[in-house]
């Protein structure tokens, strides 16, 4: 199992909670400041570094084991700064806010899904 680059699975997953916990504290800034005069509306940058990252090797294990974890911090960023929804300069929709906040509940606990299977299969291996 310490072979096949599990630490390295954990570690990534580790980075991309930490990346849904930034988005979830970002999207609940949004929501709180729906009626926030001119305040623009921010979102976190994480998929598109992962995805960078796997861009090299030819199988996910050495994709993977190349991952430099430097490289995968998320970012904060203004989402469309230029754009108003409303008289008051405020660009955030509530609605689609609600929504990603769902979709990144449900990411986030996939990921912690996906780290205890992964300390599972570290814990059998040591067992046997």
């Not at 580790?14 to 990346?19: M, Y």
């Not at 430099?68 to 230029?82: E, G, H």
């Not at 300069?89 to 990921?111: D, M, P, S, W």
């Amino acid at each position: 199992m310490i072979g096949t680059n599990a630490f390295n699975y954990i570690n990534v997953l580790d980075k991309a909670a930490d990346a849904s916990m930034l988005r979830h504290e970002v999207i609940s800034n949004n929501i709180a400041n729906n009626d926030t005069a001119n305040y623009k509306r921010r979102d976190v940058k994480f998929e598109e570094y992962l995805k960078k990252e796997l861009s090299s090797g030819d199988n996910l294990d050495k994709q993977v084991s190349n991952v430099n974890l430097n490289n995968l911090n998320a970012s904060t960023y203004t989402d469309l700064a230029n754009l108003s929804y409303r008289l008051d300069g405020n660009n955030v929709n509530i609605e689609t806010e609600n929504a990603n906040l769902a979709e990144n509940q449900i990411r986030y606990y996939t990921l912690l899904d996906s780290m205890s299977q992964e300390f599972s299969r570290i814990k059998s291996v040591l067992q046997r």
